[in-house]
């Protein structure tokens, strides 16, 4: 119950601060409007029917004051006053108008509007509504003569909207946009005084096969990569602030075009030296360009206050049998080395030991921490996925996921190798998936568990699931099939077969047979396999191993469970100098414009993919994370947010902002708008494509973000 209003308090701030965003982007609109002189006839936040009002001379109102407001000006026009001179020489009303009896709203609509603002002033009441509506996302202001849905409204009131000049009107158009701007700024200045958690600009660890890994110092050709633990102190020419400006980055460069780094690199002896880097970026499994730069973590391992901590950990203890090992603990040695930077597990890791052997703040007793091979990855030009292999022998797959509460917990185990599933042998993880969705009833699976074959049983729930993750595992030494263009494609080995041994050395996983195969070197190699015929065949297979065949091996990372429990490396960005504060919030503004402006470029260049959008959803769930980190980090999310808002808003799209100033141009050129048909097609268009944009996004904040988010 705690966690649910605790969730809830957050979700609602988050709810408040967008509001508040969207309230200042129309409070902009408003105050210019007025300042030119239109009627405002409603400022509403939220859409819908109005919740709460409040007008002038009338005060608060439960949903809208626009009944009372209508039969007051009514009551009054039908009444003696407006036929009194004295009444209409102060309004300035010439005595030709005549007022007539007003028996329907249709009838207030049609007397002269003179009349119309004559008696608002004299009742006391203001023309304009206040309300919040009943669906507070978004807002709008409604001025006479201007509405979205209806491009064609006009009026003859020389204070409506069409009837003032183009330059008032592009002024009333852009000042939602420049509010937002200016607003971002002392969000982004109070954020740095409040505290704002930011990851260092520290290097934690490069995959060896990344284009940071093997590029060549400008300055130094003997010096080839980017190293764990180098400082990025230039990125491009700028100075980064924090590890999002280089993330951000490299996600947003240009194909091909390389970014220049220049680090600082602490040497063996002490000494401290500067390098330049061109380092061309890629495109990344998220879709985005990356150099294959993360940034250091810290030695804490996850707290327990969230699931989805408690599931990773839970995954890698079960898969690697970890023993002694806990949450919300800190690493302190390293193979008996005092540990002061998580760096140096990843400079470690690249030499390749057998196993870490770390202690705890909690437990000072040594424990053992696998270490295994990372797989190569085949990118097949065809229509085929990828997969991973070692010199394109593909590992079978285990189960690397149980969901509690599904048929398959308590019966099936993380690391449990998958032999058969309902007849189909050594199924790959699609042939899996396929076996058991394509059967009725229950699931047989024969899985490998500490050196035994096991038949199991599993029911289906209600939605024809078991309730688990699968995927290729080094923790096997049985294949799941050979590459044609391995060098070991000739032995003809049969999927599920387990290789025992390699020139004599004992094989229990992958790892193992990539250490036997370096060690192996060039030449023949001896393989002693189990292959599974006639309950399990004996037999001796040799293949002959190039130097080429060996290299991708000599550059292939290394990997341990550990790293994957560590929290980021978080300090604390905090300054009492509001001089310093400001500087930092006008360069995030900037930095954020620009940003948001490249990233939707790259968006329609393909560059980056469309599944990274998120709608309210997710940006609810996203600003609930940052409130989480503290106060500061929600006041720079509200910073970035309201400058995405003013981007989004300026886009030359119908129905948006920047879709209203590209017709004000237009009609500047033409000397009038643009004809009736075309205004309504371009409204019809822009509502389709909202209305596209606002499914998309949603889609993605149901099956992306909020998966993310939840865990």
């Known amino acids: 119950m705690l966690q649910t209003l605790e969730f809830a308090a957050m979700l609602g701030l988050v709810l408040l601060g967008l509001g508040f965003i969207i309230f200042m982007h129309e409070l902009g609109h408003f105050l210019v409007a007025k300042w030119v002189g239109i009627r405002c006839d409603q400022f509403a936040v939220g859409f819908g029917k109005a919740a709460w009002s409040y007008r002038k001379g009338m005060g608060i109102r439960r949903g809208s004051t626009e009944p009372e407001y209508y039969q007051r000006i009514a009551d009054f026009l039908n009444g003696d006053a407006p036929k009194d001179p004295d009444f209409r020489s102060r309004y300035n009303i010439l005595s030709a108008i005549e007022p007539v009896p007003i028996k329907s709203l249709e009838d207030l609509a049609r007397i002269d509007y003179r009349l119309l603002e004559a008696a608002t002033q004299e009742l006391g009441l203001s023309e304009t509504e206040y309300r919040l509506n009943v669906l507070p996302l978004g807002g709008y202001v409604k001025m006479l003569g201007q509405e979205d849905m209806n491009p064609n409204a006009t009026s003859e009131n020389p204070r409506a909207y069409n009837r003032k000049p183009i330059a008032a009107r592009m002024a009333v158009i852009s000042a939602g946009v420049i509010m937002n701007l200016i607003i971002a700024v002392p969000f982004l200045t109070a954020a740095p005084m409040v505290g704002v958690p930011m990851i260092p600009v520290v290097v934690g660890s490069i995959p060896t096969d990344s284009p940071a890994a093997s590029v060549v110092a400008k300055d130094n050709p003997d010096i080839v990569g980017i190293k764990p633990g180098d400082e990025i102190i230039l990125i491009d020419g700028v100075k980064p602030k924090d590890f999002s400006d280089i993330r951000m980055t490299n996600a947003l460069a240009k194909a091909g075009q390389p970014i220049e780094y220049v680090v600082k690199r602490t040497l063996p002896d002490g000494s401290v030296t500067e390098l330049t880097f061109d380092i061309v970026p890629v495109k990344g499994t998220a879709g985005l360009m990356e150099v294959g730069i993360a940034p250091t973590q810290s030695l804490a391992l996850f707290d327990d206050s969230e699931k989805q901590n408690r599931t990773v950990f839970d995954k890698f203890v079960a898969e690697y049998n970890i023993e002694g090992l806990a949450l919300d603990t800190t690493v302190t040695t390293l193979n008996g080395r005092t540990l002061s930077h998580a760096w140096q597990i990843e400079q470690l890791l690249q030499t390749g030991p057998d196993h870490l052997v770390i202690t705890t703040d909690q437990n000072d007793q040594p424990i053992t921490i696998p270490v295994a091979t990372r797989l190569q990855i085949h990118e097949p030009e065809n229509d085929d996925k990828p997969h991973a292999h070692l010199l394109g022998l593909q590992p079978a797959i285990a189960i690397n996921l149980v969901a509690e509460g599904k048929p398959a917990h308590g019966i099936l185990k993380i690391g449990d190798v998958v032999a058969a599933t ?77 290789i025992n041994t390699i020139n004599g050395k004992p094989i229990d996983n992958f790892t193992d047979i990539r250490r036997a195969l370096t060690t192996a070197g060039p030449g023949n190699v001896k393989l002693d396999v189990t292959e599974p015929l006639l309950g399990g065949t004996f037999n001796t297979v040799t293949a002959e191993l190039t130097a080429d065949h060996l290299a991708p091996l000599q550059t292939l990372a290394w990997t341990t469970p550990l790293t994957a429990l560590l929290q980021p490396n978080e300090v604390m960005f905090q300054t009492n100098n509001p001089a310093e504060a400001l500087a930092y919030g006008a360069h995030k503004s900037k930095q954020f414009l620009v940003q948001t402006y490249v990233m939707l470029a790259r968006l329609f260049q ?106």
Do not use: C
């Not at 969705?437 to 229950?442: C, E, L, P, Q």
């Not at 729930?461 to 595992?473: A, C, K, V």
């Open 422 to 498: 309902n007849g189909q042998a050594w199924p790959n993880s699609k042939q899996m998936a396929n076996a058991i969705k394509s059967t009725t009833g229950d699931v047989r699976i024969t899985v490998i568990r500490d050196g035994q074959s096991l038949d199991l049983t599993i029911p289906r729930d209600s939605d024809e699931m078991i309730g688990i993750g699968m995927g290729p595992t080094t923790r096997t030494n049985h294949i799941l099939a050979i590459s044609p263009d391995s060098p070991f494609a000739d032995a003809n080995l049969a999927p599920g077969t387990a």
């Open 606 to 711: 393909g560059s980056v993919p469309t599944d990274k959008l998120a709608g309210p959803i997710g940006m609810g769930f996203m600003g609930k994370r940052f409130v989480e980190k503290g106060f500061g980090y929600f006041l720079y999310f509200l910073g970035l947010i309201s400058i995405n808002l003013a981007v989004i808003n300026f886009l030359p799209l119908p129905i948006v902002d920047g879709g209203h100033f590209v017709l004000l141009i237009l009609e500047k050129i033409r000397g009038k708008p643009l004809p009736e048909p075309v205004m309504n097609a371009i409204t019809v268009a822009g509502l389709a494509l909202l209305a596209f944009v606002f499914i998309y996004v949603t889609k993605n904040d149901l099956f992306v973000n909020l998966q993310h988010y939840l865990g």
